[in-house]
């Protein structure tokens, strides 16, 4: 008798990006702007010899990019759900990206084996953006998981960076505008210091609703306040600063 299993179905999307693609499952969470907003802009700070983790990788879109955007060798993803995780690491092997991104499943709580203190140069986080009260969750638990506070905390994440950063080392995040002075405490409480931070606009005429951050460990206290980006211009298309970012031109 022939086996009746059906093979895992994926979507497949072409990044339009030094030719990588990126599978994609509808039963788990599909990137959207945040994640290529975040590696467009974490990729400014990656230096060819740096080492860089991402916290919550999901199915490695962040690795994935920054791989075509930094020349960096030394690419982690960090992903507690056993299904993206298995899925991160088939988008690695799918884009022949074996030698320059590894990922490993881990609680963002308990740093796994494989990784140390003070191991990395960059950290960065599109984390869960909702904390539990707030709203009901996903009936699809690995959805719910990816955009509730399910399996960590906002502390949770920026505790971990600290951990995982050199006195010295960058974290750079995208979180919803709204949360905004409570992560801005929670850095400085793990002495990360706020020193960029980017509003995100869904267009001109509506208030922020995300926003880009960068911190340093360890550094003394001032921040930049850099020009916003906005999303859609008055007939709701992209406009060309997001056009640009999403075709990565310098």
């Avoid at 995780?85 to 308990?110: C, H, M, P, W, Y």
């Avoid at 950063?165 to 793990?190: A, C, D, K, W």
């Avoid at 960068?214 to 306040?225: H, M, R, T």
Wanted: glycine share 6%.
């Amino acid at each position: 008798m022939g086996d009746n299993k059906k093979m895992k179905e994926y979507r497949i999307d072409d990044l339009q990006l030094a030719g990588l693609y990126l599978k994609q499952d509808s039963e788990l969470f599909c990137f959207g702007i945040d994640a290529v907003l975040l590696a467009n802009y974490a990729a400014k700070f990656i230096k060819p010899s740096y080492s860089v983790i991402d916290l919550g990788c999901g199915n490695g879109i962040i690795p994935v990019l920054l791989t075509a955007k930094s020349k960096s060798d030394q690419i982690y993803g960090l992903e507690i759900n056993k299904s993206s995780v298995n899925l991160a690491k088939e988008n690695v092997d799918f884009n022949n990206l074996q030698t320059r991104v590894k990922i490993i499943e881990g609680d963002i709580r308990s740093i796994p084996q494989e990784l140390r203190e003070s191991q990395f140069d960059i950290a960065l986080s599109n984390p869960p953006y909702i904390q539990n009260k707030d709203g009901a969750a996903n009936k699809n638990e690995n959805i719910a998981s990816a955009k509730h506070e399910v399996h960590c905390t906002l502390d949770d994440v920026i505790g971990c960076a600290a951990r995982l950063l050199r006195n010295g080392g960058t974290f750079v995040m995208i979180h919803r505008t709204q949360r905004l002075s409570e992560i801005l405490h929670r850095m400085q409480h793990y002495h990360i210091e706020p020193k960029e931070l980017i509003m995100i606009y869904p267009n001109e005429e509506k208030k922020s609703n995300l926003f880009l951050l960068k911190g340093i460990k360890g550094a003394n206290s001032w921040i930049d306040v850099l020009p916003p980006i906005y999303v859609h211009d008055q007939n709701g298309n992209y406009t060309q600063q997001i056009k640009e970012i999403y075709e990565f031109k310098a």
